[in-house]
């Protein structure tokens, strides 16, 4: 079972940047895949990007190009760069770990306890 801590988040005005880290304890980290969510107050969590074990990336269509997702498999820890923020991107945002779980929340076992993010206008 892997451990996940994120950090990063804030508040940042509309067109900002914020840089989001997930540090992640476990032996498979490089065979893990990666997963950032986010739930925004009322609404329920959703998929905001995704990386495999071999670096495959997959994003939400509203934060392409604006989002990157990376890893750093000698120090484990997932990042996800935020960039053009817009206050719709405001939410908590969580990072999860499991294998072949791509966009599909249920496909992740292990989560963090997230970070908020605040955009405003």
């Known amino acids: 079972q892997a451990q996940l801590v994120e950090s990063g988040g804030g508040l940042v005005q509309a067109g900002g940047s914020l840089r989001l880290s997930c540090a992640v304890s476990?032996?498979?980290?490089?065979?893990?895949?990666f997963g950032w969510f986010r739930q925004a107050p009322g609404k329920g969590r959703e998929f905001v990007a995704s990386?495999?074990?071999?670096?495959?990336?997959e994003y939400r269509e509203s934060v392409k190009g604006r989002f990157t997702i990376s890893r750093d498999n000698r120090k484990d820890i997932v990042f996800l760069e935020m960039d053009s923020l817009r206050p719709e991107d405001t939410a908590v945002y969580y990072c999860?770990?499991?294998?072949?779980?791509?966009?599909?929340?249920?496909?992740?076992?292990?989560w963090g306890q997230g970070t908020q993010v605040t955009v405003s206008s």
């Open positions: 999860a770990a499991g294998v072949g779980g791509g966009d599909d929340l249920e496909a992740y076992d292990d």
């Open positions: 476990t032996q498979t980290f490089s065979s893990s895949d």
């Open positions: 990386i495999t074990w071999n670096g495959d990336t």
